[in-house]
């Protein structure tokens, strides 16, 4: 475990350094983000000025979900994108062969091996609306601190979904545009579950586990979410990154490398 942290500081103090090296792009990313918030807080709005709510979500409450979810991309554009965007690249280009020979786990590797600061911003912006919002409910720090669990799950489903379809990159190298159908489908988690329709709602939760992102964190914040809910999030997480590390297995059987 040691050596694996040690690892990991190493790989992040070298792309933290690299990416300084044009700090514009913290400035352009910033604006990006800031657009974009006030782009879905325009959206939420339209709803909410006539007096219409989401079913049992007041102003205030699907801002909670709005934050979280602007969290979410924050730790998408940080973490997941720079490392799990790059695995069609090194199928593409024959560099996936030096990773696997390297003395550690491959899909460590190429899970945490970089990292983007530009993602900071929807960071800092999420918690900013789920701070704004919390005041205005009296959100105790106990609630806050609960909500960090099904958070939590919902970031290791997010990594799990997108790792396992970048494995299928061993078969279909031009897989890029499947994240970005991905990407797309998780922008449904912006609004709370309930915003949508029966079939949807059905769909955002049992084939496609969006409400698990923000809908269930959401409601662990605001003291409402029933403890059945917690645990699927646990066993939908536990479950899908242990079939990320078995699919990933699976798919390097396949793997024939730049030189075979």
């Known amino acids: 475990m040691q050596r694996y942290l040690k690892v990991l500081r190493l790989f992040w103090s070298a792309a933290i350094a690299a990416e300084l090296e044009y700090r514009i792009n913290f400035l352009i990313a ?8 006030i782009g879905s807080l325009f959206g939420l ?21 709005l934050g979280i979810f602007t969290l979410l991309q924050g730790f998408s554009a940080t973490f997941l994108a720079p490392n799990l965007n790059r695995i069609v690249r090194h199928v593409q280009e024959g560099t996936l062969d030096f990773v696997l020979l390297k003395p550690i786990r491959s899909q460590f590797w190429l899970s945490i091996h970089t990292l983007s600061p530009w993602g900071l911003p929807d960071l800092i912006f999420g918690g ?22 099904p958070l939590f799950f919902g970031l290791v489903i997010l990594y799990s979904l997108w790792f396992i379809l970048g494995s299928l990159s061993i078969w279909f190298v031009k897989i890029y545009n499947v994240t970005e159908v991905l990407r797309g489908l998780l922008e449904a988690g912006r609004y709370p579950i309930a915003a949508y329709p029966a079939t949807y709602r059905f769909f955002f939760t049992f084939v496609m586990p969006v409400a698990f992102l923000s809908t269930v964190p959401a409601e662990v914040m605001l003291g409402r979410s029933e403890s059945s809910w917690l645990i699927g999030a646990a066993i939908l997480a536990v479950g899908l990154f242990f079939v990320s590390t078995w699919f990933w297995r699976f798919a390097l059987r396949f793997y024939t490398s730049a030189s075979s």
């Open 30 to 37: 910033t604006l990006s983000s800031l657009g974009n918030l």
């Open 128 to 149: 900013i609306i789920i701070g704004y919002a919390g005041k205005r409910l009296s959100i105790g720090i106990d609630k806050y601190l609960l909500s960090i669990v």
């Open 45 to 65: 709005f339209l709803f909410y000025r006539t007096g219409y709510t989401f079913s049992g979500w007041s102003w205030e409450e699907a801002l909670i979900v």
